[in-house]
């Protein structure tokens, strides 16, 4: 009884080895597949057209990160409070360092969040007197931080006030209501809404693409 036992246990033990290979194997040939899929060009630029189209204004005000020459932008609306925007910020983040070809043109909302409105305050503080580089390296330690009370620890000894704050909160909030984004982030890329199939950081792949797409080559 106990052999008996032993080589039911071992039969089963095999199996399962076996399946859990084969589940491996059709793993790998799916995410191959997914690979290619994302990696072509004719299907990306499909998906980026289906998609709305928004013009978007750059002004003195703007917040700019990266190279501000680049024929390619990204328009993100983010909020300074919401996990999903951390997640698009550290992606962003990448291609700004990665890609001379790539800008970021960033707005963040308030909503009258007390928080919010110290962030805008020492963000626009640091980007007008220090540059956009000290303005990044605020927003890094915000999203890459943990809080304690609602307040991010070693950023907030930081908040800065700035007589330009109230300003920048009534022309983003314009911004939001004019294109009607109601929920962060919402990220565009040369005025066209990001495809959801795709990870920001596959931009690389389609950077020649995206230089020569122009409105008057949409449908």
């Known amino acids: ?24 194997v059709e793993k790998n040939k799916v995410n191959t597949a997914i690979k290619k899929f994302k990696r072509n060009k004719e299907i990306f630029r499909l998906l980026l057209e289906k998609n709305e189209y928004k013009e978007f204004h750059i002004t003195k005000d703007s917040l700019i990160f990266g190279n501000p020459d680049a024929p390619i932008t990204f328009t993100a609306f983010l909020n300074f409070n919401c996990i999903p925007c951390q997640r698009a910020y550290v992606q962003l983040r990448q291609l700004i360092d990665n890609c001379s070809e790539i800008k970021v043109h960033a707005i963040f909302s308030s909503y009258n969040q007390k928080i919010s409105k110290k962030m ?15 303005a990044l390296i605020f927003l890094d330690q915000w999203y890459n931080t943990t809080t304690r009370n609602g307040v991010k620890k070693n950023v907030d000894s930081q908040f800065v006030f700035s007589e330009i704050h109230e300003i920048i ?25 990001f495809p959801n199939q795709y990870e920001y950081h596959d931009t690389e792949y389609f950077k020649d693409e995206l230089k020569l797409l122009t409105r008057e080559d949409s449908p």
């Open 1 to 24: 009884q106990f052999k008996i036992n032993v080589y039911l246990s071992t039969f089963k033990l095999s199996c399962f080895w076996g399946s859990l290979q084969l589940n491996l």
């Open 120 to 134: 805008i305050s020492t963000l626009y503080y640091l980007y007008t007197k220090k540059g956009p580089k000290h």
């Open 169 to 193: 909160e009534n022309e983003n909030t314009k911004l939001f209501e004019k294109h009607k984004i109601y929920r962060t982030p919402s990220i565009f890329i040369n005025g066209y809404k």
